[in-house]
């Protein structure tokens, strides 16, 4: 009975803590306007239901905390701020490898017969070849990847920006998410005011070359507003939905907006 009770007030403690790191951010005028009447724990516990007295109701009150944090972030997001840019001197060399598995479960991807599809809220062309993509005007970036493990690392990435590719494609860009499947089997999804941002690129290239199967090939959407694992790779389908659809690792628990 006692190391329950311990392990209940250790688990209050951690909400406390987190809320406490939480109240740190919140300096900015909009930031204390969106979260001054609910960041306690008080608060938490009218928005959960719950009264914090076993783990199920921490689970509940971390959940509601996870979706507190994606509207914060959503409401925060300014889609005409753009991420800092670097010289081609700080590119990161080598950039580093990360994916849910090793390097040497890369997908091979035939780029003769390779296909991406785009479907959902769009009236547009819906199935694209690697030629057409290519053909598309072309614009680069030197930026920032921040991975959720701690590391970062700067690269070029060369493609078309998602915006106009989205609109070429005669996607609704009303629609309040853009999902992604990949060749890997990996999934996630973006909100569409980070779809529409102009750094949003999807890459067909690194460093000034085809896009190498570690990076991501034939193409990964690159965000640098967004961690590392909402850049997908290996990407064969789009799709544009008003339907919350997760992903890999947010529906494993990860915060689904994902902001760097």
Known sequence: MLNRKSELIASKLDVENILKDARKELKAP????????????????MLSGCNISDDKSVNT?????????????????????????????????????????????????????????????AKGKSVWTLEELRALPQESQVTRHICIEGWSAIGKWGGVR?????????????????????????????????????QTLLTLTYDGQVLPPKYGFPMKLRMPTK??????????????????PGGYWENQGYNWFGGA
């Open 162 to 198: 998602f915006a106009d590719f989205l609109k070429r494609s005669g996607a609704d860009i009303t629609a309040r998410y853009v999902a992604f499947h990949c060749a890997d089997n990996y999934s996630t999804s973006i909100d569409m005011p980070t779809a529409l941002h102009a």
């Open 61 to 121: 009150v971390l959940r509601t905390m996870s979706r507190f944090n994606d509207e914060a972030q959503a409401f925060l997001f300014d889609p005409n701020k753009l991420a800092p840019t670097y010289p081609e001197s700080m590119i990161t060399r080598p950039f580093p490898f990360n994916a849910f598995y090793d390097i040497d479960e890369v997908p091979v991807v035939d780029a003769a017969t390779y296909k991406l599809t785009v479907g959902g809220l």
């Open 30 to 45: 909009a930031r204390r306007l969106f979260g001054k009447r609910i960041l306690s724990l008080g608060g938490l516990m």
């Open 227 to 244: 961690l590392g694992y909402k850049n997908p790779k290996h990407i064969v389908a789009i799709t544009v939905t008003n339907e919350y």
